[in-house]
């Protein structure tokens, strides 16, 4: 009776071995969470469970959670909109958390100076350096870049003085502070040979988009940005990452311990769009969006 047993039990061994192997070294417990569902959420939560089968996905609106501090320690936040921040701001001892399409602006507005801790910032801005970097390669004549900014975005305004003069650029502010007044907006365009557009939406929104897109073309003065979503509007081009880039961000993080994520990053992968009319009607090259978007990439990468 005893060879038996032991042949049994070996293979039982070696079969819980080979199982040990088979397996991922670990599995992460994912939640993504917003203030509402919708088809969008739930298609972003269906893509990023297909790139990591290895791992539990789930999503869960925001009614239906607990305090942060509640929530297992080994969980890996991931939230969707600015409701699910201020909820995770409530408790400094929650998971380690990726905030998802925050600006540089709307972050400053809630968090100041000061970055909690156990928090990453993803920004949905096109980084300043980026988009710099995209006039200089559209537009190579353009010095003077002409750049509205309000109370709340006059931060940025040091940053991109800094990337620009590498470049030969000249930053040539204008602050705005009433929507309804374009003088400031024609004082601008005589003095600039571009717009770049702030991620800044007390300025550029459906109420100004109006006044800022005719006023340009009036002034064959191209306007860089803010974002995509302005390309389609009427503005020239813009650098942009979409839902495939910050999944492929995603799982690169997620391959590390919470530890080693950055307290906030861009997207290192990006793409161009450009608005192939309004090229033509300011008497301007079509932008060859995967040309200048391969362009800007190699740039980064040099040192």
């Known amino acids: 009776m005893t060879a038996p047993f032991s042949s049994s039990f070996w293979r039982r061994c070696l079969l819980l071995v080979s199982l040990m192997f088979a397996a991922p070294a670990w ?16 298609a972003f939560a269906q893509a990023l469970s297909q790139q990591r ?58 968090l100041g100076n000061v970055l909690p801790n156990k928090i990453s910032l993803l920004w949905s801005d096109p980084p300043l350096d980026r988009q710099l970097h995209l006039i200089a390669n559209i537009l190579p004549q353009a010095r003077r870049i002409g750049v509205l900014y309000g109370n ?24 705005w502070d009433d929507i309804n007044d374009s003088r400031p907006l024609q004082a601008l365009f005589k003095n600039s040979d571009v717009l ?46 979409d839902q495939n880039d910050w999944l492929n961000v995603l799982d690169r993080l997620l391959d590390h311990a919470p530890s080693r994520w950055p307290r906030s990053l861009y997207p290192e992968h990006f793409k161009v769009v450009g608005n192939a009319q309004v090229a033509r009607s300011l008497g301007i090259e079509q932008v060859n969006e995967t040309n ?12």
């Open 27 to 42: 599995t992460a417990e994912i939640l993504l969470i917003a203030a509402e569902d919708g088809p969008g959420v739930q």
């Open 53 to 110: 089968p290895e791992d539990k996905v789930d999503f869960k609106p925001l009614k239906d959670l607990p305090a942060p501090g509640q929530l297992p320690a080994s969980t890996r936040l991931i939230l969707l909109d600015l409701q699910s921040l201020d909820w995770r701001l409530q408790d400094a001892q929650g998971p380690p958390t990726l905030v998802l399409r925050i600006s540089r602006l709307q972050a400053r507005q809630r």
């Open 152 to 175: 709340d975005s006059e931060f940025l305004l040091r940053e991109l003085r800094q990337y620009a003069s590498p470049l030969g650029l000249e930053i040539v502010p204008q602050h």
């Open 196 to 241: 770049l557009g702030l991620d800044d939406p007390q300025l550029y929104n459906p109420k100004t988009v109006k006044n800022l897109l005719l006023s340009s073309y009036a002034r064959q003065l191209p306007l860089i940005g803010p974002n995509a979503g302005f390309v389609r509007a009427g503005s020239l081009a813009s650098t942009y990452s």
């Open 292 to 303: 200048v978007a391969t362009r800007l990439a190699e740039g980064e990468k040099r040192p």
